[in-house]
Antibody, heavy 118, light 106 residues
Framework: EVQLVESGGGVVQPGGSLRISCAASGIPVSRSYMSWVRQAPGKGLEWVSVIYSAGNTYYADSVKGRFTISRDNSKNTLYLQMNSLGVEDTAVYFC?????????????WGQGTTVTVS | IVLTQSPDFQSVTPKEEVTIACRASQSIGRSLHWYQQKPGQSPKLLINYASQSLSGAPSRFSGSGSGTDFTLTISSLEAEDAATYYCHQSSSLPFTFGQGTKLEIK
């Protein structure tokens, strides 16, 4: 079964750090484009970051220099390290697969993990 | 690239046809995708590459457009279609989403 399961969310103080994880089943993260997307309470979707199969990484301007996307191929897990967190980073964070067969539309999503900066 | 959806909100009756527009601030070819999100759930991909339906998606959902102007059409709306719909472009980084269109079923 193809599945993404996020974990690691929680409450953190402003200026703090947190690492969230996305465990993949049925999707080889090493050979996939994988994104993080967030959704602030009552707001729309915001793309955060992507890691390509080759390892290239890209970020939204709002998180550049503070967030780092990475993966552990042996654990088939995607990560997002978040530093210097501000209240504006409070959101549900989703991981998703960008499927090249669908022109990089996000066809598989996790259930999300909630990060609260307060 | 900024994606602007219209309308922001629409209240519709069952069996009505609904059209949601998404306009890109510059040409993105056909790299435009549509998602449905219900409260408390993850987004669900409905349409990729402007007009390609996903297997398993109801046939009443269709997409069209290219360049800067795109539409999602829901023919014969059903009560279960109450949700927020988002467009998303993967043409160039940073990837972006539209602000969303909330559909309410009367």
């Amino acid at each position: 079964e193809v599945q993404l399961v996020e974990s690691g969310g929680g409450v953190v103080q402003p200026g703090g750090s947190l690492r969230i994880s996305c465990a993949a089943s049925g999707i080889p993260v090493s050979r996939s484009y994988m994104s993080w997307v967030r959704q602030a309470p009552g707001k729309g979707l915001e793309w955060v970051s992507v890691i390509y199969s080759a390892g290239n990484t890209y970020y939204a301007d709002s998180v550049k220099g503070r967030f780092t996307i990475s993966r552990d191929n042996s654990k088939n897990t995607l990560y997002l390290q978040m530093n210097s967190l501000g209240v504006e980073d409070t959101a549900v964070y989703f991981c998703a697969r960008d499927n090249d067969q669908y022109f990089y539309a996000m066809d598989v999503w996790g259930q999300g993990t909630t990060v609260t900066v307060s | 690239i900024v994606l602007t959806q219209s309308p922001d909100f629409q209240s519709v009756t069952p069996k009505e046809e609904v059209t949601i527009a998404c306009r890109a601030s510059q040409s993105i070819g056909r790299s435009l995708h549509w998602y449905q999100q219900k409260p408390g759930q993850s987004p669900k991909l409905l349409i990729n590459y402007a007009s390609q339906s996903l297997s398993g998606a109801p046939s009443r959902f269709s997409g069209s457009g290219s360049g800067t102007d795109f539409t999602l059409t829901i023919s014969s709306l059903e009560a279960e279609d109450a949700a927020t719909y988002y467009c998303h472009q993967s043409s160039s980084l940073p990837f972006t989403f539209g602000q969303g269109t909330k559909l309410e079923i009367k």
